[in-house]
């Protein structure tokens, strides 16, 4: 789909990402994660912002954070739940049409390294926890 580009910037439309973004948003991905805040309205307002910013290092972060709160007892609603399956949505959209890959593809890519984020972050965690 072609657009204008003045009419993209207007409305917030950005091109695809390229293989290097995607590859240097992963590797934020299994850096180190962010607190999020424990208020909920302030939560919402965080994920509300790093969701509608379009940027897949704050997709691949949301995910992570996500992820990471039980480290910090953070209990996770519905919106926060919604907005996890969103940045999941769209991270896995974004590889399906950046690596040219499948919708299946894609989801599987995203969904393996979403298990290895959570068992690196539980080795760590326990690790921690027996020193």
Not at 27 to 40: D, I, K, V
Request: aromatic letters at 8%.
């Amino acid at each position: 789909m072609l657009i204008p580009k003045q009419r993209a910037q207007q409305k917030g439309i950005r091109p695809l990402s390229n293989v290097d973004s995607i590859l240097s948003s992963r590797a934020l991905f299994f850096g180190e994660y962010a607190r999020l805040p424990f208020n909920t309205s302030e939560r919402r307002i965080v994920l509300q912002a790093r969701i509608e910013s379009g940027c897949l290092h704050d997709h691949f972060g949301i995910i992570r954070d996500m992820i990471c709160a039980k480290g910090y007892n953070l209990k996770l609603n519905s919106h926060d739940r919604s907005i996890l399956s969103l940045a999941r949505e769209m991270l896995e959209s974004e590889l399906m049409y950046v690596l040219n890959i499948s919708a299946d593809d894609a989801s599987t890519y995203l969904r393996e390294d979403i298990e290895k984020r959570q068992r690196d972050f539980n080795t760590q965690r326990y690790s921690s926890v027996d020193n």
